[in-house]
């Protein structure tokens, strides 16, 4: 059983007033509560209190507050994340993201997962075309991946995936794209090469039907994520890299509904016509190519 704050320090605050309030629940912990808890939850406490007390929701505001993170829960399921949803578009998650991994050494950065990646994407040689349904502009994708002093990094895993030209994912279209469009696993080679073939990413709008989606309404706010290509890159002794790369000319890239952008991500998909190239590489003319370098840091 906790003991209260009073009897350890009979000063201490106990009972609830508005300028207290913050020190009347954090007193209330017991000598045996866990440290790191302790500290998030009082740090919570602490803001959202200063949250209240400055913004002085009404009764109406507070419970319609409830309601939709009651909604926002109900909505959550092994297919919809709602609550990831609601974390990505009031930028928190780029937040933690950015926080946790800070790049010092010129690795590459990272930045939000989202909720379309699935774990067991195909494994292709090298080279493949991942774009199944034939849809929008081919592009070669290629680089390497090596550490911060540029030591190459063979048997890397990058596991990639994308929205396809209409803007949807695989997994939001079962039966209208074939399984697993756009998406594959290569692995550098002994050089720390890797490529694929793969189609120009386009624009899509985050999923808006539901309680996010509503606050965005409200907010005026703009659904869309700007044209991109996920990468999940590992390899024994590294860090996990979660990232994407961006296309350079959509419309939405300063717009992002989800705040997933650094400029370092947004990468030169050059417009190459040149059937010789064309045909070294096994693309039609005129093609997208795209070098795109990845660096890790040490685990
Ligand atoms: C995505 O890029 O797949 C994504 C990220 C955050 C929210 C919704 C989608
Ligand atoms: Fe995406």
Redesign the pocket.
């Known amino acids: 059983m906790a003991k209260v704050a009073a009897k350890k320090n009979p000063k201490a605050k106990v009972y609830f007033t508005v300028k207290d309030s913050v020190k009347v629940v954090q007193n209330r912990s017991g000598s045996k509560a866990n440290k790191r808890v302790k500290f998030l939850v009082d740090t919570l406490v602490k803001h959202m209190h200063a949250f209240v007390k400055e913004a002085r929701p009404t009764m109406d505001e507070w419970m319609y507050g409830i309601n939709y993170l009651t909604r926002t829960g109900r909505l959550s399921t092994d297919w919809r994340q709602e609550f990831i949803?609601l974390s990505?578009v009031l930028g928190i998650s780029m937040l933690v993201e950015t926080l946790n991994h800070d790049k010092i050494s010129g690795e590459t950065e990272s930045t939000?997962l989202?909720?379309?990646y699935i774990a067991n994407a195909p494994q292709y040689p090298n080279g493949v075309n991942i774009c199944l349904d034939g849809k929008g502009e081919p592009v070669y994708v290629h680089g390497k991946v090596t550490n911060s002093k540029g030591k190459i990094i063979k048997g890397a895993k990058l596991d990639v995936w994308q929205a396809n030209e209409d803007g949807f994912y695989d997994v939001q279209q079962k039966g209208i794209q074939p399984d697993m469009n756009l998406r594959g696993v290569f692995t550098s080679d002994e050089k720390g090469r890797y490529s694929f073939r793969s189609a120009y990413p386009r624009y899509y709008p985050?999923p808006y039907d539901g309680s996010v989606g509503d606050m965005l309404k409200a907010l005026d706010r703009n659904p869309n994520?700007p044209a991109?290509l996920?990468f999940m890159v590992s390899a024994l002794g590294y860090e996990k890299l979660v990232t994407?790369i961006f296309t350079p000319d959509c419309p939405w890239l300063k717009d992002d509904a989800?705040f997933?952008v650094k400029e370092s991500l947004i990468a030169d998909f050059k417009l190459i016509d040149d059937p010789r190239r064309a045909a070294d590489l096994g693309m039609p003319n005129p093609f997208r190519e795209v070098e795109w370098n990845v660096v890790l840091s040490k685990a």
């Open positions: 949803l990505d939000v989202g909720p379309f985050i994520r991109h996920h994407h989800v997933g």
